[in-house]
């Protein structure tokens, strides 16, 4: 089991967008002092839900930051970028980080951001499979080629190779973003692990895993790398010595945050889209995840992990919105819950 922090550079009521973004670039370096096996680092455009419009970016300052952590994003969003520009930052990082980037990638909502990147609608509903395919191609082929709806070029060479870098895999892992039954089907086709929301509590997230691998196995994957496929789960972890404690906290600073990060998202079509409570996702979210004592919290994670197949968390650690008490959070989370995971 692998316990990693989910980075989302929120900015919270009253913060300004640099504080948010400083909070964010300390959890990172914290997670790694803490022991913790990786940094997972979001993305969104034009909304205070978190200020990170590039999470390659963003990954690149923490790799040059940090000696051992894995970074990772989750998720670089493929509607709004050509695939091939960003295969080409992913082998980039791969190969200067010694292998230690994770590309995550999904793609996105509905929103303003597809008029302003000028990629359209198309490519959020049905553009995905294609990007996904062409960036995968990139980061595995020492040449490539493109005759699709979307994307028609000739044959160019891949430079630089992931391949070339010093390590054992050929090339960055690619994880999908996983919020429906055919999303999930086109992760299990090309035998990509899933990233699984914080929305979803184990039992969907184990029939999503138990649907990856049935769909898995009737493409003609071996039983090894189905079996073998380090899902991660995305969650929120907020930790004190009475869980009533770490409750209060999340239940003082998140409503608000949400209220206005995710109320700020625009369609870019003028259709009508929901928004749940803030304050009930709040108490949802501290229902699903490890929130309380430090062992409640191991207990937690590893009752996900037996429940669901998963074996990589990421752990929303800013849930306060105060930087000295995301650090100490990082830090508890390391140094009093995972050596109960063993």
């Not at 034009?46 to 040059?64: E, H, I, M, N, R």
């Amino acid at each position: 089991m692998r316990v990693g922090c989910f980075v989302l550079a929120a900015q919270f009521p009253g913060q300004g967008q640099g504080e948010a973004l400083h909070r964010a670039v300390r959890s990172a370096e914290v997670a790694e002092e803490a022991g913790l096996d990786a940094v997972w680092l979001a993305e969104h455009h034009f909304v205070p839900y978190g200020t990170c419009p590039s999470a390659v970016t963003l990954a690149a300052l923490l790799l040059g930051r940090t000696r051992r952590i894995t970074v990772g994003t989750a998720v670089s969003v493929l509607s709004t970028t050509h695939p091939v520009s960003l295969g080409e930052q992913a082998a980039l990082l791969h190969l200067t980080s010694g292998g230690r980037f994770s590309l995550g990638v999904g793609r996105g909502g509905p929103w303003v951001d597809l008029e302003v990147f000028g990629t359209g609608l198309e490519a959020y509903e049905s553009g995905f499979p294609e990007s996904l395919d062409l960036l995968v191609r990139w980061l595995r082929e020492p040449a490539v080629a493109a005759s699709g709806e979307r994307f028609t070029f000739r044959e160019v060479p891949v430079v630089p190779r992931p391949s070339e870098a010093l390590t054992d895999t050929a090339g960055p892992e690619v994880i999908v973003a996983c919020t429906s039954p055919a999303s999930v089907r086109l992760a299990a086709e090309r035998g990509l692990p899933m990233l699984l929301g914080m929305h979803s509590g184990d039992e969907e997230k184990a029939e999503m895993v138990a649907l990856w691998r049935r769909h898995a196995r009737v493409c003609g994957h071996p039983p090894e790398r189905i079996l073998g496929a380090a899902h991660v789960s995305a969650g929120v972890c907020q930790i004190a010595d009475r869980r009533q404690d770490a409750v209060e906290t999340l239940t003082k600073a998140m409503p608000s945050w949400l209220k206005q990060g995710l109320g700020a998202h625009v369609t870019v079509d003028g259709r009508e889209r929901g928004m749940r409570d803030p304050l009930a996702y709040t108490e949802l979210l501290c229902g699903l995840h490890p929130v309380g004592p430090p062992r409640l919290c191991a207990d937690r994670l590893a009752a996900t992990s037996e429940r669901t197949g998963v074996s990589r968390f990421a752990l929303l650690v800013e849930g306060s919105g105060d930087l000295a008490a995301t650090e100490e959070n990082v830090r508890r989370l390391g140094a009093e819950v995972v050596p109960h995971l063993g």
